[in-house]
């Protein structure tokens, strides 16, 4: 079957208008016919997992100042172990990332993200119900593995579902609920405290296995099992009953054809396969080396130390700066373009951080022995106020840094991560990318308090201000542009070739 042919006359045939190809190509004659309602559905419902993984990283931060003072002795964590409640977390998604990799090219999107809501609930029950901290260690690590699963499997839902006008701003959705779970457990944890905590932050993951059962599966997953009438099924839920989803599903089918099936060790010497590896494996280490995760981990506690007595409240100011940032990112994706995004967002960090290291190397002038220890034990010392510049100046940073990173080094990552990778490394590349990611946030977690011992709480953010100037140059050189670029397009920029 001549596939261009039969392409334009499905198009033809839809459209009632005779010159409509002639006008326009055959992506937007297709796209001109598309309704996007169910697409906004089937995405609100998976992005219930990132927001459920928002709840999980944002926990740590209102229940540590509780249980590191808490009555009972067996459940009391010493600054050691406080400090590895808020890290585990990581290690369990490092894991996650790996069997989500496997889940999806075994399973699918759609059950790998129905079953990861079950380590979040019982992650969350196992906090309840602990007894000792190993049993809080326990469910922060089951929690962790859903979370890296969660992280792996939506954004690739929500790119092989989407279609390119929307893609950038449906793919931005990931990053805008997980600062929205963020913000919500810290004002959560203003009235509540670590126990009901956990059984709030339980609900949106039991939300997303109910939702996600009236979801279809990807197109492009379907296709790739031989289940062309599916496919066509399940792209119909998504574009409406007007588009001719016959040419959409025979491009794609197209694609998958010119692939072998499976990854084999020598793909890697394909530059289609090498080249989008290196960039997504560099996205995430840069992504963590700016330092958000130490941040929003012990926000509380960095406020303590820039002298902040509402802490908490500040935390839930520094989530609603996030939210409102991420949403502006997401409208404006798919017209400013992610590289714009991501070299403005690596400037504003870079400048950020460094005003940062400032304001707490002239506080370290005034107040070296405070800024001796580590985070968790910073005490507030009466007559040992901030003089009202200093204030506002690390008040100030911070509100930079976090509308920074939401506007391009926060979502971008994520979302470009789903988009480069051909169809049979997709599931292998992604896991290594969320291996990578998740590996490097328990380094700089786990090791935040020693850092900030170590350089000074000056020295560690100049590291950061350092790491943030090297993203904007590897962006600048590496990264290609993919707004308004199809899957396909985007993978044959990668192999040299012109796509369908």
Known sequence: MDTQNESRRLLDAEGGDEDLTGLMSEQDAYLSKVKNRNLYLATFASVLGPMSFGFVLGYSSPAIPELTSISDPRLRLNANQASWFGSIVTVGAAAGGLLGGWMVEKIGRKL??????????????????????????????????????????????????????????????????????????????????????????????????????????????????????????????????????????????????????????????????????????????????????????????????????????????????????????????????????LIISGVAMAISTTAFGVYFYLMSKNHPPTLSVLVLDIQSQAGEEPNAELAWLALASLAIFITGFALGWGPIPWLIMSEIFPYKVRGVASAVCVLTNWSMAFIITKNFQDMMSLLSSAGTFWLFASMCTANVIFTIIFIPETKGKTLEQIEAIFRGTSGP
């Open 112 to 341: 790998s993200l129905m079953f990861c809501s079950l380590p979040f609930v019982f992650g969350f029950t196992m906090i309840i119900a602990a007894q000792n901290v190993w049993m809080l260690y326990i469910g922060r690590v089951l929690t962790g593995l859903a979370s890296g699963v969660t992280s792996l499997v939506v954004p690739l839902y929500i790119s092989e579902m989407a279609h390119e006008r929307v893609r950038g701003t449906l793919g931005s959705c990931v990053q805008l609920m997980v600062v929205l779970g963020i913000m919500g457990v810290y004002l959560a944890g203003l009235y509540l405290d670590w126990r009901w905590l956990a059984i709030c932050s339980s609900i949106p993951p039991t939300l997303l296995m109910v939702c996600m059962c009236f979801m279809p599966e990807t197109p492009r997953f379907l296709l790739s099992q031989g289940k062309r009438r599916e496919a066509e099924e399940a792209l119909r839920f998504l574009r409406g009953p007007d588009a001719p989803v016959e040419w959409e599903c025979a491009r794609i089918e197209d694609a998958c054809n010119e692939e072998d099936s499976r990854f084999q060790m020598s793909d890697l010497k394909d530059p289609g396969v090498y080249k989008p590896l290196m960039i997504g494996i560099m996205l995430m280490i840069f992504q963590q080396m700016t330092g958000i995760n130490a941040i929003m981990f012990y926000a509380e506690n960095i406020f303590e130390q820039a002298h902040f007595k509402e802490s908490d409240l500040a935390s839930v100011i520094v989530g609603l700066i996030q939210v409102v940032f991420t949403g502006v990112a997401a409208l404006i994706m798919d017209r400013a373009g992610r590289k714009i995004l």
